[in-house]
């Protein structure tokens, strides 16, 4: 009798570190393990990783090219970084980090839109919460695999071009360079993070798995491509243009279209990559989701520091980590309160 009783006042007890720890951790490795063995990995690696190695191959020699008519690699402020933003000029590719923004979100939706629907589908999530583990740790495990493979996709692929670029133009990177290409690639793997949490939301809300793809597809179609036509109404509702168009008329709505372009967080990463990858930018000026940069008004010319690029790009990283944060949270809630039958 005193063993049942010491036994059922570990197994009530509140959760040791032991166990916190390792319910998440097993579930993270398997699914792990499966988005690394699974077809859709393998077909997005390969499409984006032709994109993005066409196009930093083709800006390369435009680079070069460049370097050679000044004569010193050194006149030029983050000449290594430029393979990154630069675009192939006479070539119809989009610039590396364009490409990524435009392209890295499908990692997330194709890891993310059946997490939890996909389980309940097959009729494996009252089994998986069946075992002795939390229920919390299904989720909390997916998600931190899911965001594993996309930090070791973007890293690899980064590597791989920036090899590729660095024997192309010949320019070695210096430690400032590098240490900006880090923090970008963090701050991608939270913006094709948000993407995640977001498909992992829908399918937490959504009991099939082909509803929740087509609800992350489609506001990945919409964040994507026509972000530019929907500001652009909203900003002349909200800031119209008269027939005369005075000039303070003309700011206000441009005003309006750049805050409300920061609803979406392709312009917010936009505005971060720029302001990290090419130090000689001081301000934004947003033209849709095109983010177009100009010397600051009355600034000394040259590029910025680190840390001085970091002060300027901080709120569009928080904005970032707030919505990623936010889906998230959301998917988690929601999950915990939901109903799992056998």
């Known amino acids: 009798m005193a063993e049942l009783t010491e036994s059922a006042e570990t197994t009530s007890s509140p959760r040791s570190p032991e166990r916190f720890t390792m319910g998440w951790r097993v579930v993270a490795a398997k699914e792990f393990s499966d988005h690394l063995l699974s077809i859709r990995f393998t077909i997005l690696i390969v499409i984006v990783g032709l994109a993005a190695v066409a196009a930093v191959y083709t800006a390369a020699g435009g680079i070069r090219e460049a370097a050679e008519q000044i004569g010193s690699s050194d006149d030029i402020p983050g000449l290594f970084l430029k393979l990154f933003t630069v675009t192939p000029e006479g070539s119809r590719l989009p610039a ?9 979100p499908l990692f997330g939706i194709a890891f993310g839109f059946d997490a939890v629907n996909g389980e309940r589908a097959q ?37 791989v071009v920036a090899g590729i670029g660095l024997l192309r133009i010949g320019v070695v990177p210096t430690f400032s360079d590098i240490a900006r290409l880090l923090i970008w690639l963090l701050v991608t793997v939270v913006y094709v993070g948000f993407w995640l949490a977001l498909a992992t939301l829908f399918s937490v ?5 082909s509803t929740s793809a087509l609800a992350a597809f489609a506001t990945w179609v919409v964040a994507s491509l026509f972000a530019l036509l929907l500001i652009g109404i909203v900003a002349d509702i909200v800031s119209p243009v008269s027939q ?4 303070e008329e003309v700011i206000e709505n441009a005003r309006t279209q750049r805050n409300l372009s920061r609803v979406f967080p392709q312009a917010l990463y936009q505005e971060a990559t720029v302001a990290l990858l090419e130090p000689e930018q001081r301000t934004f000026d947003v033209l849709g989701l095109l983010i177009l940069q100009s010397p600051g008004s009355g600034a000394i010319p040259g590029p910025l520091s680190l840390e001085q690029s970091l002060l300027v790009v901080w709120p569009q990283v928080t904005g970032l980590i707030a919505l990623t944060v936010l889906c998230f949270a959301a998917a988690y809630v929601s999950f915990m309160r939901q109903e799992v039958r056998a």
């Open 244 to 247: 005369e168009g005075n000039a």
């Open 96 to 104: 590396f980090f364009a490409g990524i923004a435009l392209l890295a």
């Open 205 to 209: 809300l959504l009991r099939r798995a």
């Open 123 to 159: 009729g494996t999530l009252p089994r998986l919460l069946s075992q002795p583990i939390y229920r919390d740790d299904v989720i909390n495990g997916k998600f931190v695999a899911g965001l594993s493979v996309i930090g070791l996709t973007i890293t690899t692929l980064t590597m």
